[in-house]
């Protein structure tokens, strides 16, 4: 049996690496490295009978009972040592690894309560699951209808208040939640195509990779509709940054890390940021909201669909390989922050701008031939999200093998692959017979493409893993049936700030003019009020030269427009309305002074 020990020994590391291998390549190279002797003929036997097993057993596909008795029968009686020295040094990798994702018990995984609970889903969505597959799901299964039914995805808690906003009307070519994103007519066959979206959670626990991938899916979700990216805006809400308490370094490191993720992405992928908003208040503390806004631009004719039509169309991965980061992402987006998220920092993506540039330009000019049928960002859960709504949209039916997604991490399970958040990645329905156009052009931009799957007539979600399903879903309740809930909700009062309205109305009693000075060098201090020049001077508004009014530009602006009537009812406080009448002239050419320093200034640090 030293042969054996020197099997078993070696077995071990080697089967995670060999795993995606089938076991009629796996064995005849056994074979060859070690010759055969009545050790390597049981060595074979029992590898023959337990690869499909373990992978069966780990993927949740079939029913292990007649292969654990087919084994029980080629090991016989009286050959525990192989089964010690052989099975369980084979079995070992994955039972770790199917621990570290779930539970196995006696080499089948078990849908437990708890398990479910992990995944977010309650007990009646769990049997609604179950009423929508007629069977038990799989874990995999349990992954995929965790991130397609969590808040990110389904809106399921706010879907009902969505839909009490208008959405139609005369120049509205794409409806708010039709598509990717929403798309105005402007006229002369032109239009716009516009989104904002939330990266909140991401960017409270990395907040430079959550922020710069949520300008990387905002641009995506532009470019998806055919439209060029023109320009991005932001909205963020950030805890008070005064101070030296614990919370206030916080709110600090998360702010500045936010400004820089933004900057970052946008800078490098060039589509210039020209505006937003900032505020600083204590009800954000620690949970930032990071809201991004893109607009691109196209014509009539360009408008591309997320729909996967034409059974027998071929499916395209296009984009970045896939790898393990921001692992069920939506799922993690949609549950409450707590101290213990800091744990889930691996659900935050990783963004690369440069790729998505060459994305960008490769699907673009793409669109612009006849070999697109249908295209889709692979942004909130990944390629599970892509295939089931691009199937829904169409009406039809998606079959894809992930042993042809290219990955770049090894032993990737299909738990992790559809559930990977991995950024710069689109899926592409091209028309059948344009396969090689499809290729040509990506080759030419240098980014990744695999034909990985067929539109099919079934409905279905059919997911393969080198050829064994893995997955079979019905793509239609699974994008579009998530339940629907309605919260318990109030109006706010003024109670609920701590302060009374008799409080408010003694706060804003008339001051005297020395109080309202002081007053107003308070409100020029606060954050919210103060001037942003730190942080839009970090990001490029003039990349690609069509920025017209710069953010220095708008702020000047509103100092003119402020200037007039402060400084009306500044002199009207402390008695001076007969110079403030009198002079008219000397304060609009003082005013008119001030408008041509503030720009000579500006102009100035501009060109340095």
Same mark, same amino acid.
């Given at each position: 049996?030293?042969?054996?020990?020197?099997?078993?020994?070696?077995?071990?590391?080697?089967?995670?690496?060999?795993?995606?291998?089938?076991?009629?390549?796996?064995?005849?190279?056994?074979?060859?490295?070690?010759?055969?002797?009545?050790?390597?003929?049981?060595?074979?036997?029992?590898?023959?009978?337990?690869?499909?097993?373990?992978?069966?057993?780990?993927?949740?596909?079939?029913?292990?009972?007649?292969?654990?008795?087919?084994?029980?029968?080629?090991?016989?009686?009286?050959?525990?040592?192989?089964?010690?020295?052989?099975?369980?040094?084979?079995?070992?990798?994955?039972?770790?690894?199917?621990?570290?994702?779930?539970?196995?018990?006696?080499?089948?995984?078990?849908?437990?309560?708890?398990?479910?609970?992990?995944?977010?889903?309650?007990?009646?969505?769990?049997?609604?699951?179950?009423?929508? %597959?007629?069977?038990?799901?799989?874990?995999?299964?349990?992954?995929?209808?965790?991130?397609?039914?969590?808040?990110?995805?389904?809106?399921?808690?706010?879907?009902?208040?969505?839909?009490?906003?208008?959405?139609?009307?005369?120049?509205?070519?794409?409806?708010?939640?039709?598509?990717?994103?929403?798309?105005?007519?402007?006229?002369?066959?032109?239009?716009?195509?516009?989104?904002?979206?939330?990266?909140?959670?991401?960017?409270?626990?990395?907040?430079?990779?959550?922020?710069?991938?949520?300008?990387?899916?905002?641009?995506?979700?532009?470019?998806?509709?055919?439209?060029?990216?023109?320009?991005?805006?932001?909205?963020?809400?950030?805890?008070?940054?005064?101070?030296?308490?614990?919370?206030?370094?916080?709110?600090?490191?998360?702010?500045?890390?936010?400004?820089?993720?933004?900057?970052?992405?946008?800078?490098?992928?060039?589509?210039?940021?020209?505006?937003?908003?900032?505020?600083?208040?204590?009800?954000?503390?620690?949970?930032?909201?990071?809201?991004?806004?893109?607009?691109?631009?196209?014509?009539?004719?360009?408008?591309?669909?997320?729909?996967?039509?034409?059974?027998?169309?071929?499916?395209?991965?296009?984009?970045?390989?896939?790898?393990?980061?921001?692992?069920?992402?939506?799922?993690?987006?949609?549950?409450?922050?707590?101290?213990?998220?800091?744990?889930?920092?691996?659900?935050?993506?990783?963004?690369?701008?440069?790729?998505?540039?060459?994305?960008?330009?490769?699907?673009?000019?793409?669109?612009?031939?006849?070999?697109?049928?249908?295209?889709?960002?692979?942004?909130?859960?990944?390629?599970?999200?892509?295939?089931?709504?691009?199937?829904?949209?169409?009406?039809?039916?998606?079959?894809?093998?992930?042993?042809?997604?290219?990955?770049?991490?090894?032993?990737?399970?299909?738990?992790?692959?559809?559930?990977?958040?991995?950024?710069?990645?689109? %899926?592409?329905?091209?028309?059948?017979?344009?396969?090689?156009?499809?290729?040509?052009?990506?080759?030419?931009?240098?980014?990744?493409?695999?034909?990985?799957?067929?539109?099919?007539?079934?409905? %279905?979600?059919?997911?393969?893993?080198?050829?064994?399903?893995?997955?079979?879903?019905?793509?239609?309740?699974?994008?579009?049936?998530?339940?629907?809930?309605?919260?318990?909700?109030?109006?706010?009062?003024?109670?609920?700030?701590?302060?009374?309205?008799?409080?408010?109305?003694?706060?804003?009693?008339?001051?005297?003019?020395?109080?309202?000075?002081?007053?107003?060098?308070?409100?020029?201090?606060?954050?919210?009020?103060?001037?942003?020049?730190?942080?839009?001077?970090?990001?490029?508004?003039?990349?690609?030269?069509?920025?017209?009014?710069?953010?220095?530009?708008?702020?000047?602006?509103?100092?003119?427009?402020?200037?007039?009537?402060?400084?009306?009812?500044?002199?009207?406080?402390?008695?001076?309305?007969?110079?403030?009448?009198?002079?008219?002239?000397?304060?609009?050419?003082?005013?008119?002074?001030?408008?041509?320093?503030?720009?000579?200034?500006?102009?100035?640090?501009?060109?340095?």
């Amino acid at each position: 049996m030293a042969r054996s020990f020197v099997v078993s020994g070696l077995l071990t590391p080697i089967v995670e690496f060999l795993r995606p291998m089938p076991s009629v390549a796996i064995i005849p190279l056994a074979i060859v490295f070690f010759g055969i002797d009545d050790s390597m003929k049981r060595f074979v036997a029992t590898y023959g009978a337990l690869w499909p097993i373990l992978l069966n057993t780990w993927y949740g596909v079939r029913s292990a009972e007649s292969q654990l008795v087919e084994i029980s029968r080629m090991l016989r009686l009286g050959r525990l040592r192989t089964l010690f020295l052989v099975i369980l040094p084979a079995a070992s990798p994955f039972i770790m690894t199917g621990l570290r994702l779930g539970s196995i018990v006696t080499l089948g995984l078990v849908i437990t309560a708890e398990l479910i609970a992990q995944h977010g889903l309650t007990p009646e969505e769990f049997e609604r699951i179950r009423k929508i %597959l007629g069977r038990e799901p799989n874990f995999t299964e349990l992954g995929i209808f965790s991130v397609m039914w969590s808040e990110h995805c389904s809106y399921k808690n706010s879907r009902r208040e969505l839909k009490k906003f208008p959405t139609t009307g005369p120049n509205i070519l794409v409806k708010a939640g039709e598509e990717n994103a929403g798309v105005v007519d402007i006229g002369d066959g032109w239009a716009v195509a516009f989104k904002i979206e939330s990266h909140n959670h991401p960017s409270a626990i990395e907040p430079f990779q959550g922020a710069a991938t949520g300008v990387g899916g905002i641009i995506r979700d532009i470019f998806t509709m055919g439209a060029r990216p023109e320009f991005l805006l932001n909205s963020l809400r950030f805890g008070p940054i005064t101070g030296d308490s614990p919370n206030v370094k916080t709110n600090r490191r998360l702010f500045t890390g936010v400004i820089a993720g933004i900057a970052h992405y946008g800078n490098c992928i060039g589509v210039p940021t020209i505006g937003g908003e900032i505020y600083f208040d204590e009800s954000f503390e620690g949970n930032p909201l990071v809201n991004v806004f893109c607009l691109g631009v196209l014509r009539h004719e360009q408008l591309a669909r997320g729909a996967a039509k034409g059974v027998g169309n071929p499916i395209f991965y296009v984009g970045a390989e896939t790898g393990r980061d921001g692992l069920a992402g939506a799922a993690f987006a949609s549950r409450e922050l707590t101290e213990e998220s800091k744990e889930d920092r691996p659900a935050v993506q990783v963004g690369d701008p440069f790729k998505e540039k060459l994305l960008l330009e490769a699907c673009l000019e793409l669109l612009g031939t006849d070999a697109v049928a249908g295209i889709q960002d692979m942004g909130a859960a990944g390629l599970t999200c892509s295939t089931c709504e691009t199937a829904s949209r169409g009406g039809t039916g998606v079959e894809i093998d992930l042993a042809k997604v290219p990955k770049r991490e090894t032993g990737m399970t299909p738990y992790e692959t559809l559930l990977s958040e991995s950024q710069e990645r689109m %899926l592409i329905i091209a028309r059948k017979g344009k396969e090689d156009v499809v290729r040509r052009i990506f080759e030419k931009w240098d980014v990744p493409c695999a034909e990985i799957g067929r539109v099919t007539d079934d409905g %279905l979600m059919r997911v393969l893993n080198d050829g064994t399903t893995v997955s079979q879903i019905p793509a239609r309740p699974l994008a579009e049936e998530a339940p629907l809930y309605s919260r318990e909700a109030k109006l706010p009062s003024a109670g609920d700030a701590g302060i009374t309205e008799e409080e408010i109305r003694h706060k804003i009693s008339a001051p005297s003019a020395s109080e309202a000075v002081n007053s107003l060098r308070q409100l020029l201090r606060n954050p919210t009020i103060a001037s942003k020049n730190w942080v839009y001077r970090q990001y490029d508004y003039m990349v690609r030269t069509g920025t017209v009014v710069w953010p220095a530009g708008i702020a000047i602006a509103a100092i003119w427009l402020v200037q007039l009537p402060t400084a009306y009812l500044l002199s009207h406080s402390i008695g001076l309305d007969g110079v403030w009448m009198g002079y008219p002239a000397g304060f609009v050419a003082a005013l008119v002074a001030q408008m041509l320093y503030y720009g000579l200034v500006w102009r100035h640090r501009s060109d340095q």
